[in-house]
T-cell receptor, first 113, second 111 residues
Framework: DTAVSQTPKYLVTQMGNDKSIKCEQNLGHDTMYWYKQDSKKFLKIMFSYNNKELIINETVPNRFSPKSPDKAHLNLHINSLELGDSAVYFC????????????FGNGTRLTVT | SQKIEQNSEALNIQEGKTATLTCNYTNYSPAYLQWYRQDPGRGPVFLLLIRENEKEKRKERLKVTFDTTLKQSLFHITASQPADSATYLCALQTGANNLFFGTGTRLTVIP
């Protein structure tokens, strides 16, 4: 009965590779997000999609490309991985409404060597 | 520049005492403020939301205050238990669907 699920949980890869992280939510929410949490536990928004349309794109290198095939899925593709991309990436979703709380997945720990 | 600071990176308290965590912000005008709990290896979990026109919100042993003059929110856990040990994050909402998180406070409740 997982509400927001991400795969994989761990991802270890070498610099220069391309990788994808998948996210699915079964809550029926319209809005999905990607957040990055660095080694100091600081959680920063990267992207937000509402009904498959991009609505927030914070200052993120264009090596990061989100893709939303439908409103229940938001995948994150990363090209030419760099050491500094190592972090935990969280997917989240929220229902409609200005003050809706976010429901997070359990994260994907990406390690770039 | 905009900042959201949580008073300390780590806070240790004795079981049964009240834990008080602080969230201060600058150069934001949030309409809402949310608090989340994060356990190791897990995503943040929503706890409470307070609006700018609300002074205080309670939920069981949790209490949140919001002072827009001081630009501060306090998060209290009364009768703390070891199970309350976790990292607590405050988050400010300014525009639609845009939530900015603080740096978090790691709370340890000592039995």
């Amino acid at each position: 009965d997982t509400a927001v699920s991400q795969t994989p949980k761990y991802l270890v890869t070498q610099m220069g590779n391309d990788k994808s992280i998948k996210c699915e939510q079964n809550l029926g929410h319209d809005t999905m997000y990607w957040y990055k949490q660095d080694s100091k536990k600081f959680l920063k928004i990267m992207f937000s999609y509402n009904n498959k349309e991009l609505i927030i794109n914070e200052t993120v290198p264009n090596r990061f490309s989100p893709k939303s095939p439908d409103k229940a899925h938001l995948n994150l593709h990363i090209n030419s991985l760099e050491l500094g991309d190592s972090a935990v990436y969280f997917c989240a979703s929220s229902p409609p409404g200005y003050n809706s709380p976010l429901h997070f997945g359990n994260g994907t720990r990406l390690t770039v060597t | 520049s905009q900042k959201i600071e949580q008073n300390s990176e780590a806070l240790n308290i004795q079981e049964g005492k009240t834990a008080t965590l602080t969230c201060n912000y600058t150069n934001y005008s949030p309409a809402y403020l949310q608090w989340y709990r994060q356990d190791p290896g897990r995503g943040p979990v929503f706890l409470l939301l307070i609006r700018e026109n609300e002074k205080e919100k309670r939920k069981e042993r949790l209490k949140v205050t919001f002072d827009t003059t001081l630009k501060q929110s306090l998060f209290h856990i009364t009768a703390s238990q070891p199970a309350d040990s976790a990292t607590y994050l405050c988050a400010l909402q300014t525009g639609a669907n845009n939530l900015f998180f603080g740096t978090g406070t790691r709370l340890t409740v000592i039995p």
